[in-house]
């Protein structure tokens, strides 16, 4: 009697190992937190940047300094989570041993005038469920007078965006922005101090967020960050490798980081932008048209387009655009820095976080309508929105209406087309928006890990990012020898079929 848990007890009395998986939260970054005990901070970092540079080795505190091995960084929820799901998988090996004691009890019974029977209602079964990310990067919780006010409306723009009832950072932003502005019509001074003071703190723990991750990375382990930048240079060359007879590529991204600068640099690709000039660049209305050429040697007054250059537009901003007076300027905020404020600080600048040009997306178009950002849009419409253009989305979850709109007017041109390269679709925005634009046949999709993994696409999905003239010409001597077979054996059938 009671062997099954006796032996299950016994079992358990050695070493037992549970495994629990971490999710990502819904923009792709992982929850981490210092193993440092004097210090403990929480940040985000990116899966992909995780898993790629740091899976084994050391991994440095942005924050403190603390170098831990990779293993070491989980956050106190996720060990607490952890913990909770290994008692209870305990607890339901210790009930499945006692269930099936009951059972075997129950069938030795002999029938009789007074019988017994043994039933276990307990816990028999623990699901192994991922501990999932605490919050988007960026989320927070207002505290001001309004903030009943400024969550129902940040609320009430993410349902419009298609993300349920989940606001994020640039919501929130939008809102306390409009709010500030509406304070400062009516004069309401002390409201608008606590606001502003609220709103600019916001922005400045966002940019160091992305900051912090910029350090991760640039402190990666020389190999694992060489190796990381080698895959972003191969995924940027396989759409910037054309000759200089073609349109230049033309870079959109929603992102605040400077991640596509840096691998730019790493390839020496040189990316052209509205920004003019070398120590503080100014944004300038009058250079969209700007392009750079070369005469080859001995031929005068016919100037060649140089290869290796691309059209660059970030289209929320930058966390190193500040506004000075009007006037917009890109600050030498190097890559990997932990803090933009001792850059904003200098002669010249002086700016606080509120002037950081990091605007949120609209449902409304209202921020697009300003300075510089409709200058921006100007450019991603105009590089769209004409014949046989093609534009390649890759991570891009379709939750920008400003942005959908564009991309859909664009698909009006029957020689356009549509490719959207996604790790997933939870949200079913994706699928949602393939069924509703009714343009099957101007759009690919391809989602799923397996796919769209960097180091995948780049050997198995995107063309070699070559042109040289000895490469095309080899690749056409192949197919030439690869067809001629074919050609000489559909000769002879021919000649056979002719003779009979």
């Not at 062997?3 to 792709?28: F, H, Q, T």
């Amino acid at each position: 009697m009671f062997e099954s848990i006796l032996e299950e007890l016994e079992r358990m009395n050695g070493k037992m190992e549970y495994r629990m998986d971490v999710l990502p939260d819904a923009a792709g970054y992982y929850d981490k937190e210092c193993p440092n005990e004097d210090c403990q901070s929480k940040f985000k970092v990116n899966a992909e940047d995780w898993q790629n540079l740091f899976s084994d080795e050391a991994v440095y505190c942005p924050f403190c300094g603390h170098s831990a091995p990779a293993d070491t960084w989980w956050t106190t929820e996720q060990i607490e989570q952890a913990k909770e799901q290994a008692f209870q998988q305990v607890e339901a090996r210790i009930g499945q041993a006692l269930d099936k004691d009951c059972r075997e009890f129950n069938r030795h019974q002999r029938k009789g005038f007074i019988t017994m029977s043994m039933k276990f209602s307990g816990t028999t079964y623990a699901p192994n469920l991922p501990a999932a990310a605490l919050e988007e990067m960026g989320a927070f919780e207002p505290k001001t007078f309004y903030h009943d006010q400024i969550t129902q409306k940040a609320t009430e723009s993410a349902i419009r965006m298609g993300r349920d009832s989940k606001p994020n950072i640039e919501d929130y932003i939008r809102v306390q922005n409009e709010l500030l502005r509406g304070l400062e019509i009516v004069g309401d001074t002390e409201k608008y101090k606590e606001l502003k003071e609220e709103t600019d703190k916001l922005i400045l723990d966002f940019t160091r967020n992305i900051s912090a991750i910029e350090h991760s990375i640039s402190a990666a382990p020389k190999e694992k960050r060489e190796d990381a930048f080698n895959k972003l240079v191969l995924f940027l060359m396989s759409f910037a490798s054309r000759t200089g007879t073609r349109d230049r590529l033309n870079i959109f991204t929603t992102n605040y980081d400077r991640l596509i600068e840096a691998g730019a640099d790493v390839a020496g690709l040189h990316l052209i932008d509205r920004f003019v000039g070398s120590l503080t660049p100014i944004f300038r209305s009058s250079r969209m048209d700007i392009d750079m050429h070369y005469n080859p040697p001995g031929i005068r007054g016919e100037p060649r387009y140089l290869e290796g250059v691309a059209r660059y537009t970030k289209l929320h901003g930058s966390i190193d655009w500040v506004n000075c007076d009007g006037v917009i300027r890109k600050i030498g905020l190097p890559f990997g820095a932990k803090d933009s404020t001792p850059f904003l600080t200098v002669t010249g600048i002086d700016a606080d976080a509120s002037k950081i040009m990091i605007y949120p997306n609209s449902s409304k178009d209202k921020e697009t309508a300003e300075y510089p950002y409709v200058e921006l849009f100007r450019d991603f419409a105009a590089a769209l929105c004409r014949p046989n253009s093609t534009i390649v989305t890759y991570g891009y979850s379709f939750g920008d209406d400003h942005i959908n709109r564009v991309i859909r007017d664009m698909l009006t041109i029957p020689s356009t087309h549509l490719v959207v390269i996604s790790h997933s679709d939870s949200s079913g925005r994706i699928k949602r928006i393939y069924d509703e634009w009714g343009r099957e046949s101007q759009m690919s999709l391809m989602i799923g890990p397996n796919i769209t993994n960097l180091e995948a696409l780049i050997d198995y999905y995107l063309p070699k990012p070559a042109i040289d003239r000895t490469t095309i010409k080899m690749a056409d001597l192949l197919r030439q020898r690869y067809d001629a077979p074919l050609k000489i054996g559909e000769e002879k059938e021919k000649e056979g079929a002719s003779e009979e």
